[in-house]
């Protein structure tokens, strides 16, 4: 039954391959260039570089606005619905992957309802990289009735939604999201040393990091006033902000802007300590990985799943109450003072290596579903 299965990947967010920065498109592009990737068909919008070879595309037109919106109920758009209609034959099952697009599985609900699909030959696996599943009416009926599996971030996710739904069928797992530790790594003092002095940084400055998005919730205006007392306390001390367009004009801060992935893991390893001040109920927490394996000191905000990828302290420091400036405050000079012994994150965890080998197993099993 396995060979007469064939997977459809669906991102109507952005194309991939992806021409721009972007932490997700870029593990997924590591998967589809290996040679054991499991993909048949991908669903997205037309790439603006040399797309992945052989696979099937199906082109949609690019509409970030569109991620979680009922496609049957918006105007002139692709309807990803008769693309998928047009994809199924009828000797062969498929999977279709759908990534965090709540709105996306109420069309196909449609499908199933009217009888245009069956779930007997198509089932839905549903990648949620956030922490809180955001269902409600429509939405969450189509869900529970449509969807075939969950796959989440961590365990603490599975957990949280698991006792928020009275009813939820779907089987579930978790896959930690995984990076190219090859690329992220620590580097010897020399390289260190030379791109501290592209940067005009004294060698001997403390320098601290953030990097992320320019929203509230991001944590970068509380990054900011936590500054504000840091580099009166420690004066010689460096702030790279990495990943915003915004220039910030305060002692100490070194304004870096957007980085391609490619040249993001210099600055991790120049870092002495990486802050991950976020204020929102995170999923996963890619940079505090791509941090840790490259030797920075992590001090983070115990939300969402974060603690899980942490371990719960064992690789870095946990702030209970991360809207509290003095509980950052507190850390940042424990750091100085008597800073905490971390253990190191073992090889290959959270790698993209061991990403590709879970989302096989999934899509493997998934298979056996079918009877």
Same mark, same amino acid.
């Given at each position: 039954?396995?060979?007469?299965?064939?997977?459809?990947?669906?991102?109507?967010?952005?194309?991939?391959? +992806?021409?721009?920065?972007?932490?997700?498109?870029?593990?997924? %592009?590591?998967?589809?260039?290996?040679?054991?990737?499991?993909?048949?068909? *991908?669903?997205?919008?037309?790439?603006?570089?040399?797309?992945?070879?052989?696979? #099937?595309?199906?082109?949609? &037109?690019?509409?970030?606005?569109?991620?979680?919106?009922?496609? $049957?109920?918006?105007? /002139?758009?692709?309807?990803?619905?008769?693309? =998928?209609?047009?994809?199924?034959?009828?000797?062969? #099952? +498929?999977?279709?992957?759908?990534?965090?697009?709540?709105?996306? =599985?109420?069309? !196909? +609900? %449609?499908?199933?309802?009217?009888? &245009?699909?069956?779930? @007997?030959?198509?089932?839905?696996?549903?990648?949620?990289?956030?922490?809180?599943?955001?269902?409600?009416? *429509?939405?969450?009926?189509?869900?529970?009735? $449509?969807?075939?599996?969950?796959?989440?971030?961590?365990?603490?996710?599975?957990?949280? @939604?698991?006792?928020? !739904? /009275?009813?939820?069928?779907?089987?579930?797992?978790?896959?930690?999201?995984?990076?190219?530790?090859?690329?992220?790594?620590?580097?010897?003092?020399?390289?260190?040393? @030379?791109?501290?002095?592209?940067?005009?940084?004294?060698?001997?400055?403390?320098? !601290?990091?953030?990097?992320?998005?320019?929203?509230?919730? #991001?944590?970068?205006?509380?990054?900011?006033?936590?500054?504000?007392?840091?580099?009166?306390?420690? &004066? @010689?001390? #460096?702030?790279?902000?990495?990943? *915003?367009?915004?220039?910030?004009?305060?002692?100490? =801060?070194?304004?870096?802007?957007?980085?391609?992935?490619?040249?993001?893991?210099?600055?991790?390893?120049?870092?002495?300590?990486?802050?991950?001040?976020?204020?929102?109920?995170?999923?996963?927490?890619?940079?505090?990985?791509?941090?840790? +394996?490259?030797?920075?000191?992590?001090?983070?905000?115990?939300?969402?799943?974060?603690?899980?990828?942490?371990?719960?302290?064992?690789?870095?420091?946990?702030?209970?109450?991360?809207?509290?400036?003095?509980?950052?405050?507190?850390?940042?000079?424990?750091?100085?003072?008597?800073?905490?012994?971390?253990?190191?994150?073992?090889?290959?965890?959270?790698?993209?290596?061991?990403?590709?080998?879970?989302?096989?197993?999934?899509?493997?099993?998934?298979?056996?579903?079918?009877?």
């Amino acid at each position: 039954m396995e060979d007469n299965v064939e997977v459809i990947l669906i991102y109507r967010q952005d194309p991939l391959p +992806y021409h721009s920065i972007g932490s997700r498109t870029e593990l997924y %592009k590591r998967y589809i260039e290996s040679e054991n990737h499991l993909i048949d068909h *991908i669903i997205c919008p037309k790439p603006k570089i040399e797309p992945f070879k052989n696979l #099937k595309y199906h082109y949609i &037109k690019s509409n970030p606005n569109l991620k979680n919106k009922i496609l $049957s109920k918006v105007k /002139n758009t692709n309807t990803i619905a008769d693309i =998928v209609l047009s994809i199924v034959k009828p000797k062969t #099952k +498929y999977i279709v992957k759908i990534i965090d697009d709540t709105g996306l =599985v109420v069309d !196909f +609900y %449609k499908l199933y309802q009217t009888g &245009k699909l069956n779930k @007997n030959q198509v089932k839905i696996i549903f990648f949620y990289h956030g922490f809180e599943l955001m269902l409600n009416g *429509i939405k969450e009926k189509s869900f529970i009735e $449509s969807v075939s599996h969950v796959v989440y971030l961590t365990n603490l996710s599975y957990q949280y @939604n698991k006792s928020k !739904f /009275n009813v939820f069928p779907s089987t579930a797992s978790v896959i930690h999201n995984g990076i190219d530790v090859d690329k992220f790594k620590a580097i010897e003092k020399e390289r260190q040393l @030379n791109f501290k002095n592209e940067l005009k940084i004294n060698p001997q400055d403390p320098i !601290f990091m953030w990097c992320s998005q320019d929203r509230p919730k #991001k944590g970068i205006d509380l990054t900011l006033q936590i500054w504000t007392q840091i580099i009166k306390k420690y &004066k @010689n001390a #460096k702030l790279l902000i990495v990943g *915003i367009d915004r220039k910030i004009k305060m002692n100490g =801060v070194i304004n870096i802007g957007e980085v391609p992935n490619q040249d993001l893991p210099k600055y991790y390893q120049i870092a002495d300590v990486y802050l991950f001040t976020t204020l929102c109920k995170e999923g996963f927490g890619l940079t505090l990985i791509e941090a840790l +394996y490259c030797g920075c000191y992590c001090i983070a905000s115990d939300y969402g799943g974060v603690s899980e990828v942490l371990e719960h302290g064992k690789y870095g420091k946990l702030i209970k109450n991360p809207h509290f400036h003095q509980e950052w405050l507190d850390a940042v000079d424990q750091y100085f003072e008597n800073p905490l012994s971390f253990v190191a994150l073992p090889k290959g965890k959270y790698s993209a290596e061991s990403w590709t080998q879970e989302m096989n197993t999934l899509l493997i099993n998934i298979k056996s579903y079918f009877h």
